[in-house]
T-cell receptor, first 114, second 118 residues
Framework: AQSVTQLDSQVPVFEEAPVELRCNYS??????LFWYVQYPNQGLQLLLK??????LVKGINGFEAEFNKSQTSFHLRKPSVHISDTAEYFC????????????FGTGTRLKVLA | DTGVSQDPRHKITKRGQNVTFRCDPI?????LYWYRQTLGQGPEFLTY????????KSRLLSDRFSAERPKGSFSTLEIQRTEQGDSAMYLC????????????????FGEGSRLTVL
């Protein structure tokens, strides 16, 4: 079964420092990957997605992610974080077995410190 | 476009009672998903619909859970004879399926319905 692994459950980082949130996906013929963000008491919002083409994907709020097929990774990065980036981040993959389920990782809680 | 709305936002019930959650997707979206999220975990797939047809149901979903989407618009998720282990946030999401991009469309989530079973 396909699965998405987020190795870090929590990542504390100081404001204006860079951050990387790690995600590893299940290898498949076709790979479609997403990063979602969940702010406190809000629904999940799409940050960015990889469908095909350039392996470097840019999203909202200055985030970007790089698709690495050889390492089956899709790490999320931001060069300089703000207090407002404190949230839960979820990596997700679409299954390609004939149905269109989105499989989510367990999430990484990013806490930006002043 | 008012987004995906879920009702109620919070529900507290006693063990053994039945509960029903409602989801109103974005109006033109033909796919609707239900997920369950517990503390410290990512959303766990429960079931999804293409219009009114329920295309897949998670094997983790016991027969106490049932979902419907009559007329392909709003959806309901009913849990019968609730157990304390059912306490979770129930998330609804919708997407627009259109051609090849259908399988890769963005999911739009509601804010969830939090269930507490005492």
């Amino acid at each position: 079964a396909q699965s998405v692994t987020q190795l870090d459950s929590q990542v504390p980082v100081f404001e204006e420092a860079p951050v990387e949130l790690r995600c590893n996906y299940s290898s498949s013929v076709s790979v479609y990957l997403f990063w979602y963000v969940q702010y406190p008491n809000q629904g999940l919002q799409l940050l960015l997605k990889y469908l095909s083409g350039s392996t470097l994907v840019k999203g909202i709020n200055g985030f970007e992610a790089e698709f690495n097929k050889s390492q089956t990774s899709f790490h999320l990065r931001k060069p300089s974080v703000h207090i407002s980036d404190t949230a839960e981040y979820f990596c997700a993959q679409i299954t390609t077995s004939g149905t269109y389920k989105y499989i989510f990782g367990t999430g990484t809680r990013l806490k930006v410190l002043a | 476009d008012t987004g995906v709305s879920q009702d109620p936002r919070h529900k507290i019930t006693k063990r053994g009672q039945n509960v029903t959650f409602r989801c109103d997707p974005i109006s033109e979206h033909n796919r609707l998903y239900w997920y369950r999220q517990t503390l410290g975990q990512g959303p766990e797939f429960l079931t999804y619909f293409q219009n009114e047809a329920q295309l897949e149901k998670s094997r983790l979903l016991s027969d106490r859970f049932s979902a419907e989407r009559p007329k392909g618009s709003f959806s309901t998720l009913e849990i019968q004879r609730t157990e304390q282990g059912d306490s979770a946030m129930y998330l609804c999401a919708s997407s627009l399926a259109r051609g090849w991009e259908a399988s890769t469309g963005e999911l739009f989530f509601g804010e969830g319905s939090r269930l507490t079973v005492l």
